[in-house]
């Protein structure tokens, strides 16, 4: 068998030491691998745990985030009870003179002074008319009034109104004591002076209205 050539000897020398070169580069990768474990970068990351809260929480609403009540409608101030200062009371009568048996009609005249309007009552119990002749006391609305009432009425600012229902005096003298009676005491003509004032609401009229009765 003819004996190989230094050429063919060479090669395979070149062959050997390359394939230990790989071996050895093959043991010192595995062997960096054990140490280092680059993998364990990625399981390092913590896990969510089943204790984590994920669940979002409902906050609780306070009373300040509690929706408010819509403001109310701006109410109509109440009308207020009329003041003497505003209100003027005068006696009111259908004539200033009479012939005999003619009965003298009486009303009342209210003007509100003011400058806002005002309630008053005006019905039959707070209303007194007063005949007098000079300081004596002829006769009395009240003396013998039958079923009084009470009327709450409003007064415009700035206007007068009259009653329309007038009181009747029959030209007697009265009294609690007389009303039953017809033969009252009457009151003298012949040009004879009377005066009336009025009260109503707790008003009473500043000046009296003067009559003649004949």
Not at 33 to 42: C, D, F, G, M, V
Request: charged letters at 15%.
């Amino acid at each position: 068998m003819p004996r190989p050539s230094a050429a063919v000897y060479r090669r395979r020398r070149l062959v050997v030491v390359i394939g230990l070169i790989l071996l050895v580069a093959a043991i010192g990768i595995g062997i960096w691998l054990l140490i280092a474990k680059p993998w364990a970068a990625a399981d390092a990351s913590p896990k969510p745990t089943s204790s984590s809260s994920q669940t979002p929480t409902t906050t609780p609403t306070t009373d300040a985030e509690s929706p408010s009540p819509s403001p109310s409608s701006e109410q109509t101030p109440a009308i207020v009870a009329c003041e003497a200062k505003d209100v003027e009371v005068s006696a009111v009568t259908d004539a200033e003179t009479y012939a005999a048996g003619v009965l003298p009609k009486l009303s009342i005249s209210l003007t509100n002074k003011g400058t806002k309007d005002c309630t008053l009552d005006v019905g039959s119990t707070t209303q007194v008319f007063t005949i007098s002749s000079g300081a004596d006391v002829w006769w009395r609305s009240t003396d013998c009034q039958e079923n009084p009432s009470s009327m709450i009425a409003t007064l415009t600012a700035g206007t007068t109104v009259t009653s329309k229902d007038p009181v009747t005096w029959d030209r007697t003298r009265s009294s609690v004591e007389t009303c039953d009676q017809e033969n009252r005491q009457r009151a003298p003509g012949g040009g004879a002076s009377y005066h009336v004032e009025v009260s109503i609401g707790g008003f009473t009229s500043l000046t009296t209205t003067q009559i003649l009765l004949y």
